[in-house]
C-alpha cells in the first residue's frame, strides 16, 4: 500500500481534530505524533496554524463541492438530498462535526484568512441551494435549510443521538 505524501497525512490528522475539538483544540505537536513525524515538519508544510486550517478549510469546501457535483443538472429536491447527505454522513458515518461549522463557531477567535476559508465553504453552500431545483414552490429557503442542517448535527452530536438528526430533519421536507 502506498502512503499518501506527509501534506495529506497532516491535513488528515488535523481535520480529524478540528472536527473533534475546534481551531483551540489541538496543536502542531497533536498533529506531528499522530502522523508519526516532527512537529517541525508540520511547520515544514505549513508554517503556521492559520495556514493549515486555512488549507483544510478549502479542501473541505473543495472536496464538499466535488461530492455535491453541479446543481443545475438535478431533478427537483435532488440538491437538498445530497447537501443533507452531507452532513448525515459527518454524524452517521464519521461521527464528526462539520469542520467548517466546528471553525464558524469559533470565528472572533480565528485568523482572518481562515475566517474568509470558512465563510466560502458556507456561501458554496448557500449558492448551490440557491440554484438547484426545489422540491416545491414552498421549500425553505437556502440559509434556513443551512441553518437547520448545521443545528440538527449539533444537536445530535451533543446529546449522542445521532437518531436526532433525522428527528430535526423531518418536517424539512414539507
Do not use: W
Not at 455535491?68 to 427537483?76: E, H, K
Not at 426545489?134 to 445521532?162: F, K, Y
Request: glycine fraction near 6%; hydrophobic fraction near 45%; aromatic fraction near 6%.
Amino acid at each position: 500500500m502506498i502512503e499518501a505524501p506527509a501534506r495529506e497525512q497532516i491535513l488528515d490528522a488535523a481535520e480529524k481534530r478540528a472536527r473533534m475539538a475546534g481551531y483551540h483544540g489541538f496543536s502542531f505537536r497533536d498533529v506531528a505524533e499522530d502522523v508519526g513525524i516532527k512537529s517541525s515538519s508540520v511547520h515544514y508544510h505549513f508554517p503556521t496554524k492559520g495556514d493549515l486550517c486555512e488549507a483544510l478549510a478549502r479542501r473541505y469546501t473543495v472536496r464538499a463541492a466535488d461530492r455535491l457535483g453541479d446543481p443545475r443538472i438535478l431533478a427537483p429536491g435532488e440538491g437538498l438530498e445530497r447537501v443533507t447527505a452531507l452532513f448525515r454522513d459527518a454524524v452517521l458515518v464519521e461521527d464528526r462535526m462539520c469542520l467548517c461549522g466546528m471553525f464558524g463557531a469559533q470565528r472572533d477567535a480565528l485568523p482572518a484568512q481562515v475566517a474568509t476559508a470558512v465563510s466560502a465553504f458556507f456561501q458554496m453552500i448557500l449558492d448551490y441551494l440557491d440554484v438547484a431545483p426545489r422540491a416545491s414552490r414552498g421549500s425553505q429557503n437556502p440559509a434556513a435549510l443551512l441553518a437547520r442542517l448545521e443545528g440538527a448535527l449539533i444537536l445530535a452530536r451533543t446529546l449522542n443521538s445521532p437518531s436526532l438528526f433525522e428527528d430535526a430533519l423531518s418536517e424539512t421536507a414539507a
